[in-house]
């Protein structure tokens, strides 16, 4: 089936065009925080404007104002082409694109944990398994403490890992933002998540409380 792919999360504005296991066409883009006026234009450079007959879209955790953008976007472009929408998380298309990379670490990899920059001086952060699992729930922890939580060996990967590798620099660490293509490598249990926010923190003006989205991310 061919599916539109909106990734917004990070940084990284990506969009792919894929029909099963083959990547028909991409762009990706670091764009900062100019997602809304490089999203739209990138999906029309896609053939036929990017047109699917479902559209997969990154639900978070990430950038609160990527998230709602790429969301948005998804929703009303199927909406208008009469097409179901589903999501995914960020933290397992990293952990998919880590795990599929052709490279020695990747090769002998086969526990790593994501970490992708949070608000607030924390990290969003959790571990996976090959072949794909979640090995715990994503957590928002500051750098200290996500070291401490994390298992002694197995790399770390994401944008967010300068955080911990000016702490710790002798673990393995690998910088990666996003790209819409790796959702070819996602097992389709990760992308059924509801086209809905995952923020990772609950609002500031709230109480402390279990972190949204932890128990839409399959195990």
């Not at 762009?27 to 809304?36: D, I, L, P, T």
């Not at 795990?99 to 990899?109: K, V």
Request: proline share 7%; with cysteine.
């Amino acid at each position: 089936m061919l599916t539109l792919v909106i990734e917004t999360a990070t940084a990284a504005c990506s969009v792919a065009l894929i029909d099963g296991a083959r990547v028909l066409a991409n762009r990706h883009e670091v764009v900062g925080r100019g997602h809304a006026e490089r999203l739209i234009a990138m999906i029309a450079e896609l053939p036929e404007g990017g047109r699917a007959e479902q559209i997969l879209v990154d639900c978070g955790p990430g950038s609160f104002t990527g998230i709602r953008v790429g969301i948005a976007a998804a929703r009303g472009l199927a909406l208008g082409w009469g097409v179901p929408v589903s999501g995914y998380s960020s933290l397992a298309l990293l952990a998919a694109a880590a795990f599929g990379t052709e490279d020695p670490i990747a090769s002998d990899l086969h526990d790593l944990a994501v970490v992708l920059e949070g608000g607030h001086g924390e990290v969003f952060m959790q571990g996976f398994a090959a072949p794909l699992r979640a090995t715990a729930p994503f957590v928002s922890l500051r750098p200290e403490a996500a070291l401490e939580a994390l298992p002694a060996t197995g790399a770390i990967v994401g944008n967010g890992v300068r955080f911990l590798a000016a702490l710790a620099p002798d673990r393995t660490y690998r910088e990666m933002l996003p790209n819409a293509a790796a959702a070819v490598l996602l097992p389709s249990r990760f992308a059924t998540l509801a086209a809905v926010p995952i923020y990772g923190r609950a609002p500031d003006a709230k109480p402390a409380a279990t972190m949204a989205g932890t128990a839409g991310v399959p195990a």
